[in-house]
């Protein structure tokens, strides 16, 4: 079974930085891709950035390009999310998510497949 956990969530104060970790605790699988998403309180969810696996090539919302950086470590099965210059509106849940698919978007939630359960992102201004 595959287990995406997500860690590094916390309280930071606006113009501060976290890190976002991924990790799979449970079996190796292939998959065509992966990334992050994050769902505010009363908002739905909404595609923040995502990498595709065969040639790293990485995808931003616009609302986050410049400001946060998504990179992986194949070896440790793990994917990362530096969040630079944090404002109060990213202020959210964080999943992280992975998809099997070929020939799919990205920056859609449609194609993931697995699932994290999150790590709460919390920006005070």
């Known amino acids: 079974q595959v287990q995406l956990v997500e860690s590094g969530g916390g309280l930071v104060q606006a113009g501060g930085s976290l890190r976002l970790s991924c990790a799979n605790s449970g079996r190796s699988f292939s998959r065509t891709g992966w990334g992050w998403f994050r769902q505010a309180p009363g908002k739905d969810r909404e595609f923040v950035a995502a990498m595709r696996w065969i040639d790293a090539i990485e995808y931003y919302a616009d609302s986050v390009n410049g400001r946060f950086t998504i990179s992986q470590d194949i070896a440790k099965d793990a994917l990362y999310l530096q969040m630079d210059s944090l404002k109060p509106e990213d202020t959210a849940v964080y999943y992280c998510?992975?998809?099997?698919?070929?020939?799919?978007?990205?920056?859609?939630?449609?194609?993931?497949?697995?699932w994290g359960q999150g790590t709460q992102v919390i920006v005070s201004s």
């Open positions: 998510a992975a998809t099997l698919r070929t020939g799919q978007r990205l920056d859609a939630s449609s194609p993931y497949v697995y």
